[in-house]
């Protein structure tokens, strides 16, 4: 089988790493992979290309902020990929992210739906089926459904924002043409939430649906043994944890706050992300900057007592699955994909609206039920649901199934 990958990433982020897993498994098992992408890190697959390269990105993320458009540029970068994938005939492509300012929309759909290729679309987030939005959660809208236009985050987007023009309906009406158009398309959600959400999208006219999460290397995140609390002089106080790639006021930056200045004397709070707000961090934080080792992000999971993981939206929520793969309780909010993640053996879902002293009394709440309570629920319920061969061959059925042309 001749498979196909398209991603902004290869091998950087959480869709960087996960669709090289996916290429790495494949080509494992016999089968040819090519893989696009914008940016790589120092892995290269043998058969793989960039699309476009830094100048063109940069003027195609000008384009998009200036006419409200994104991924309408990029035409000659993207005929080369063409002609790369006319000589490579994949029997199966899986979109992953294309909203990098990589790769032109209009000409890789009429190509797909041209030599009738099965197409996978994994849904990250929500950028397939609304008009530029990748979570719109946090302002309420539900115009994706419907059309979209008068968008509330035309400016606010921190993947797409637009300077000047709201072309977001013509951009969801585009989507609607371009991906209906494709004979056969399959929709995995990396959250049963995310793939609810799509099925109230125009995809649902079209597409076959089913849910696959992420996963997590079980050999690297496990419980290990560290000198963590040694090193930062932390002796028998209770370590309470947060993560996140970017501290932002979507990331938890005002529950941390309120947070901090609730804490016990027993307590301590420690902080790993990067700041580029410069966002000011409470003195009795342990804040270590940017963590970007998965084997010190290990480390500090096994070290915590507790990990606070109350994003305002979360399509999965790989901190909490990563906590939990190292055997710590995870509290979130009861919302989008994080409810999925957590049950009452595991850590502690909280509402929202409760407000941030919920936050407090679940915290106190799992230290005094003391993590050897949660300890064996967490490896358990992380290896049944994030295990990295588990789903990772339900991912090459689902290609098994495509190359078919098979429906579920």
């Known amino acids: 089988m001749r498979i196909a990958e398209i991603n902004e990433g290869c091998g950087i982020g959480s869709t960087g790493s996960l669709s090289l897993d996916l290429s790495k498994d494949a080509i494992r098992r016999g089968d040819e992979v090519f893989f696009a992408y914008a940016n790589i890190d120092s892995f290269k697959l043998q058969k793989s290309a960039r699309v476009g390269n830094t100048i063109e990105h940069y003027f195609h993320a000008l384009d998009s902020r200036i006419t409200g458009k994104q991924g309408y540029a990029s035409r000659f970068s993207t005929i080369r990929l063409l002609h790369q994938f006319q000589r490579f005939a994949p029997d ?148 309470i944890l947060m993560v996140s790639s970017t501290i932002s006021r979507s990331k938890s930056y005002d529950e941390m706050v309120y947070l901090a200045s609730k804490i016990a004397p027993n307590q301590l709070l420690v902080l790993a992300g990067a700041n580029p707000e410069r966002l000011a961090i409470p003195k009795n934080v342990i804040y270590l900057g940017e963590v970007s080792s998965k084997e010190r992000l290990a480390d500090l999971y096994s070290s915590a007592d507790v990990v606070v993981n109350t994003t305002q939206f979360e399509t999965f929520g790989l901190v909490t699955a990563e906590a939990l793969s190292c055997g710590t309780p995870v509290i979130v909010y009861n919302n989008t994909g994080s409810a999925e993640l957590v049950n009452e053996r595991t850590g502690m879902k909280i509402n929202k609206e409760d407000g941030m002293e919920a936050i407090c009394c679940a915290v106190n709440t799992i230290l005094f039920n003391t993590k050897e309570f949660y300890y064996q629920n967490c490896l358990n319920f992380a290896k049944a649901l994030f295990g990295k061969e588990q789903n990772i061959e339900k991912y090459m059925e689902i290609y098994k199934k495509a190359k078919a042309k098979e429906t579920w």
């Open 92 to 239: 199966v492509v899986n979109l992953h992210n294309l909203h990098g300012n990589y790769i032109n929309l209009k000409l890789l759909f009429s190509y797909l739906g041209e030599y009738k290729i099965p197409t996978v679309i994994t849904l990250h987030d929500s950028w397939f089926y609304t008009g530029k939005c990748t979570y719109y959660f946090g302002a309420g809208c539900t115009k994706w459904k419907t059309n979209c236009g008068s968008c509330p985050l035309l400016h606010k987007d921190n993947v797409n924002p637009t300077w000047l023009f709201d072309r977001t309906s013509r951009c969801l009406n585009d989507k609607k043409r371009w991906l209906s158009a494709l004979p056969f398309l399959y929709v995995v959600g990396v959250s049963e939430w995310i793939t609810n959400e799509a099925k109230q999208s125009f995809l649902k006219e079209n597409a076959s649906f089913t849910t696959i999460y992420n996963w997590v290397d079980s050999q690297i995140f496990k419980p290990t043994q560290n000198d963590f609390r040694k090193k930062t002089s932390i002796n028998g106080e209770k370590l």
